[in-house]
């Protein structure tokens, strides 16, 4: 898979490195349906080409993987060099997870984290689903972690988890409140809608809403069959 595609904009100039997460954080390569998700795997293969630079990282994303979410934040948070994270509109879920491995946290006006519990879906008798609701309560504990460590103030810490527990939507003013190094700019860069499978399972706020790809044209759709068509037919002459 096309690293420029997955990430949706991949750049590095000189001492600069620019990545932009648009898309679902996927477990793998084999979950990402849109170029726009990414997956551990791909960042990982990103950052060995930014060792020592300073990466700027772009996040519009309704999150995804939890899992997938703690091993980028981990990678971020190990990488040589400053990391500055933007959040141009929304970081939720997984994604609000890997907004706070930066050095910087920038949020404009209009921009949001949200935290909520992890959840999953399950099928068996009682005594397994009982087990997989106790991993899905250490599994949020451990994402809790992460929040408490950036708190600005250690009291929050119960506060935090009621937030959590609630499924909060948190503005720039309120991240600066509550988190390390979040930086409040004025200056209104944040969309009002959003792409993502993950994006239906939330409660979402008004003002934002979910943008469903739009649909292929009879005219498109026989355009390509067309296309395809004569493809083969080239490639049926080069064989014969």
Same mark, same amino acid.
């Given at each position: 898979m096309d690293i420029k595609g997955v990430c949706n904009s991949v750049e590095i100039n000189n001492n600069i490195a620019n990545l932009n997460i648009y898309g679902d954080i996927a477990g793998s390569e084999w979950d990402c349906w849109s170029e726009e998700d990414v997956c551990p795997k791909i960042v990982s293969d990103f950052l060995e080409n930014t060792k020592g630079k300073e990466l700027h990282i772009h996040i519009n994303s309704g999150g995804g993987s939890a899992f997938a979410g703690v091993a980028i934040y981990n990678m971020l948070r190990a990488r040589e060099g400053k990391t500055i994270v933007h959040v141009d509109a929304l970081?939720?879920?997984?994604?609000?997870?890997?907004?706070?491995?930066?050095?910087e946290i920038i949020m404009p006006a209009g921009s949001m984290l949200m935290i909520h519990e992890p959840w999953s879906a399950a099928v068996g008798n009682s005594a397994e689903l009982r087990k997989e609701a106790e991993n899905l309560d250490k599994i949020c504990e451990n994402m809790l972690g992460i929040y408490r460590n950036h708190l600005v103030n250690a009291d929050d810490s119960e506060k935090i988890a009621d937030m959590v527990k609630a499924?909060?939507?948190?503005s720039g003013d309120e991240c600066k409140e509550l988190f390390k190094n979040v930086i409040v700019e004025n200056e209104l860069k944040a969309c009002a809608c959003i792409?993502? =499978?993950s994006m239906m399972h939330y409660r979402l706020p008004a003002g934002l809403e979910i943008v469903e790809e739009k649909s292929k044209g009879v005219d498109e759709v026989a355009a390509?069959? =067309?296309?395809?068509?004569a493809e083969i037919e080239i490639d049926e002459c080069l064989w014969n």
């Open positions: 970081a939720a879920s997984a994604a609000s997870v890997i907004a706070l491995s930066g050095d499924e909060s939507w948190l792409r993502g =499978e390509e069959i =067309e296309k395809m068509i």
